[in-house]
């Protein structure tokens, strides 16, 4: 079936410096997005949202661009902190479903 | 805080012994999954209820089955572990109903070693 990749297993980041995390995704009748962050011994735990019906979202810290025509999502961690280090997911959903897809993960190391 | 809990945190059980892992929620999702999570890899759906509808993956295998006595609890049941069962497995809910995106709520898991 369709599913939700990303193209960087791993990166690595100087502390202060910004993150960028992608993910591409295939089902183009996915319309709801989202970024999970997951620490060690941890369940992944909720960063951020975007619906299909956006192109950028903002939280604290962190920021969510939805690219509908190349199909890809990316998340931009800003002044990157060692507490930052963590695996990171996305996920997609479809039409209010109750599925979500994971993508494979980008673990984010931060160096000092 | 409300929350998802899973129990135990972590559980050891011997090749082809019946093991069952526990997942509470005070959210009142209706939706409760069941995911696997091996290392260094994404979280796999085994299974998930709405309400009390259960839902299998295709790919899930007949060892794993799961209960959901009531809103609040959720179980999984790992009939005859095998050594390829060992791994984290996690329990999430969510809210569903009406047109709404949500996410999904996450417990920490409960790894499971197999001896």
């Known amino acids: 079936g369709e599913s939700v990749g990303l193209h960087l297993p791993t990166l690595s980041v100087q502390e202060g410096d910004n993150s960028i995390i992608n993910c591409a995704y295939s089902?183009?009748?996915?319309?709801?997005f989202i970024w999970y962050k997951q620490e060690s011994g941890k369940g992944p735990q909720f960063i951020i949202d975007?619906?299909?019906?956006?192109d950028k979202r903002q939280g604290q810290r962190v920021t969510v661009l939805l690219n509908k025509t190349v199909k890809h999502l990316s998340l931009q961690i800003a002044a990157t902190q060692p507490g930052d280090s963590a695996v990171y997911f996305c996920?997609?959903?479809?039409?209010?479903?109750?599925?979500?897809?994971f993508g494979p993960g980008t673990r984010l190391s931060v160096l000092p | 805080d409300a929350m998802v809990i899973q129990n135990p945190r972590y559980q050891v059980t011997q090749f082809g012994k019946p093991v069952t892992l526990s997942c509470s929620q005070t959210?009142?999702?209706?939706?409760m999954y069941w995911y696997q999570q091996k290392s260094s890899q994404a979280p796999k759906l085994l299974f998930h209820y709405y309400d009390k509808d259960f839902n299998n993956e295709a790919d899930t295998p007949d060892n794993f089955q799961s209960r959901r006595p009531n809103t609040s609890f959720c179980f999984l049941d790992i009939r005859s572990p095998g050594l390829g069962d060992a791994a984290m497995y996690l329990c999430?809910?969510?809210?569903?109903?009406?047109?709404?995106?949500?996410?999904?709520?996450f417990g920490d898991g409960t790894r499971l070693s197999i001896l």
């Open positions: 975007i619906r299909s019906n956006m």
């Open positions: 089902n183009s009748a996915s319309d709801y």
């Open positions: 959210l009142n999702h209706n939706v």
């Open positions: 996920a997609e959903n479809i039409c209010y479903g109750q599925n979500f897809v």
């Open positions: 999430a809910t969510s809210p569903r109903g009406g047109n709404s995106n949500q996410p999904q709520h």
